[in-house]
C-alpha cells in the first residue's frame, strides 16, 4: 500500500513559467513532509518542508502548500528555471515516527528553454 | 564540508559473493538509514540505525545486513547477493528522525548483480 503518491511521473513546463509538483498521501498519522530533489549521479538534497500545523511554507522559489482535509501537498516553482530540471520526490514522517521518512516514487520535471 | 560518504559507487558481482557497502558520515548524526532507489518504485527504506548498537529493520530489508559499530560508519552487507538486488542504493544521515531533521543523502552506489 502506498502512503505517499506522486501520481505524475513526469511533467514539462516552459522556462519561466510556474511548475506545480503534487503528491497525495493516505497516511493520517504524517505530521512533516517534505520535498527532495534530485539530480543525475547523486543523491537526493533536502529542499523544503512543512509541518501538519501549516498551509503554506515560502522558500524563495519554492513554495510548498499542504492541503490537510485532502490529504494533499504542492510544490510551487516561480519563475522556473534551466536548473529546477530534476526528479523531485515527496516525502513524510510520521508522528513519533523512528523509521524514519516515506518517499513517493518522483516527478521528473524538465523545464523547457 | 558536510557530507555522506559512500563506497564504492559503481560494483558489478555475481550472484552469491558475498559484498559489503560502506557509508560514513562526519555530521555526528545519531539516525543513519539505507534506501533503494528502482524504476517506478521510488525510495524504499531497507534498514535504519537510530543510534550506536541500535538498528532496525525498514520496509524492503529481507537479504541485507546492517551493523552500527560506530556512530559515523553504517555499512550495508549483502552476505549472498541475488539478482534481484541489482539497484541504486543511497545512504543518508540525520540528526534525528522526523521532519524537522532532514536526512542528508550520500551519492549513490549502483550494483550490478549478475
Known amino acids: 500500500d502506498q502512503q505517499v503518491k506522486q501520481n505524475s511521473p513526469s511533467l514539462s513546463v516552459q522556462e519561466g513559467r510556474i511548475s506545480i509538483l503534487n503528491c497525495d498521501y493516505t497516511?493520517?498519522?504524517?505530521?512533516?513532509f517534505l520535498w527532495y530533489k534530485k539530480y543525475p549521479a547523486e543523491g537526493p538534497t533536502f529542499l523544503i518542508s512543512?509541518?501538519?500545523?501549516?498551509d503554506k511554507n515560502e522558500d524563495g522559489r519554492f513554495t510548498v502548500f499542504l492541503n490537510k482535509s485532502a490529504k494533499h501537498l504542492s510544490l510551487h516553482i516561480v519563475p522556473s528555471q534551466p536548473g529546477d530540471s530534476a526528479v523531485y520526490f515527496c516525502?513524510?514522517?510520521?508522528?513519533?515516527?523512528?523509521?524514519?521518512?516515506?518517499f513517493g516514487k518522483g516527478t521528473h520535471l524538465i523545464i523547457q528553454p | 564540508e558536510a557530507q555522506v560518504t559512500q563506497n564504492p559507487r559503481y560494483l558489478i558481482t555475481v550472484t552469491g559473493k558475498k559484498l559489503t557497502v560502506t557509508c560514513s558520515q562526519n555530521?555526528?548524526?545519531?539516525?543513519m538509514s539505507w534506501y533503494r532507489q528502482d524504476p517506478g518504485l521510488g525510495l524504499r527504506q531497507i534498514y535504519y540505525?537510530?543510534?550506536?548498537?541500535?538498528?532496525d529493520k525498514g520496509d524492503v530489508p529481507e537479504g541485507y545486513k546492517v551493523s552500527r559499530k560506530e556512530k559515523r560508519n553504517f555499512p550495508l552487507i549483502l552476505e549472498s547477493p541475488s539478482p534481484n538486488q541489482t539497484s541504486l542504493y543511497f545512504c543518508?544521515?540525520?540528526?534525528?528522525?522526523?521532519?524537522?531533521?532532514?536526512?542528508?543523502f550520500g551519492d549513490g552506489t549502483r550494483l550490478s548483480i549478475l
Open positions: 543518508a544521515s540525520s540528526a534525528g528522525t522526523g521532519g524537522t531533521r532532514p536526512q542528508h
Open positions: 497516511n493520517s498519522m504524517f505530521d512533516y
Open positions: 512543512i509541518s501538519s500545523i501549516k
Open positions: 516525502a513524510a514522517s510520521a508522528v513519533g515516527g523512528a523509521d524514519g521518512l516515506t
Open positions: 555530521m555526528n548524526h545519531e539516525y
Open positions: 540505525s537510530m543510534n550506536v548498537e541500535v538498528t
